[in-house]
């Protein structure tokens, strides 16, 4: 059987679309996830080519039906000053409609659906680390819809990538040559890779239980 996979990110350099890619491209080795890469609209400055870099807006933009026909999340913003930026932090907030709509016997559309999330840090006027702090956030999102949330699975890929964590997927960002925005090292060409295939697994072997994914009736007798 089928089901959809959407990863979502945000940015302004282009930091993040690599590593969405990535990611979609280990979602995709798993039978049946149908992945999508989705950008998120800056909710202020629209789609204003000059503020962008090459790359960025190339993917289409999410919309709620996206999120809601989503079997599976995968979302990735930048860090900055040790939180996430405020345009993912928006578009977040945006889905707390979300939380009272009903599905079958009960609310919440996301219910069931697996949240998985990325993110970068580090650079001049970024602000440096607080990268475990931002992933976690995402996770007390996910965990608000009542979402199932996949991180990275220990590996020795993580001892040496910088900033590796099992909550999900670091870009390091360092600015190396000149070169911006950096591109990812092969560790984190690895961990973004197996964070993409890991959470389409879990996904598919959720999607294709024939548990329901629904509180027992038992309880209204509690």
């Not at 559309?109 to 990268?131: E, I, Q």
């Not at 949330?149 to 040559?177: D, L, Q, R």
């Not at 560790?187 to 329901?212: F, I, N, R």
Request: proline share 6%.
């Amino acid at each position: 059987m089928t089901f959809s996979v959407a990863v979502v990110y945000f940015s302004l350099h282009g930091r993040l679309v690599l590593t969405a890619n990535v990611i979609a491209e280990g979602a995709r080795k798993v039978p049946g996830a149908e992945v999508t890469v989705y950008r998120i609209q800056d909710p202020i400055r629209g789609d204003d080519h000059s503020l962008f870099d090459d790359g960025v807006l190339d993917a289409p933009p999410v919309t709620l039906q996206d999120v809601r026909d989503a079997d599976v999340l995968i979302l990735g913003a930048p860090g900055r000053q040790g939180g996430m930026c405020g345009e993912m932090r928006m578009f977040l907030d945006s889905l707390a409609p979300l939380q009272v709509e009903r599905k079958g016997n009960s609310c919440g559309v996301l219910k069931g659906k697996v949240g998985s999330a990325f993110t970068s840090v580090g650079g001049h006027g970024r602000g440096f680390g607080g990268h475990e702090a931002i992933l976690q956030n995402f996770h007390s999102t996910f965990l608000q819809h009542g979402m199932v949330v996949v991180g990275n699975p220990p590996t020795p890929v993580m001892e040496e990538a910088c900033m590796a964590t099992p909550f999900g997927v670091v870009m390091a960002g360092k600015e190396t040559a000149g070169r911006f925005p950096p591109a990812l090292n092969e560790h984190e060409v690895k961990l973004a890779y197996s964070m993409g295939e890991w959470t389409a697994q879990v996904a598919s072997l959720l999607h294709d239980s024939d548990l329901p994914l629904e509180p027992s009736k038992s309880l209204d007798r509690l």
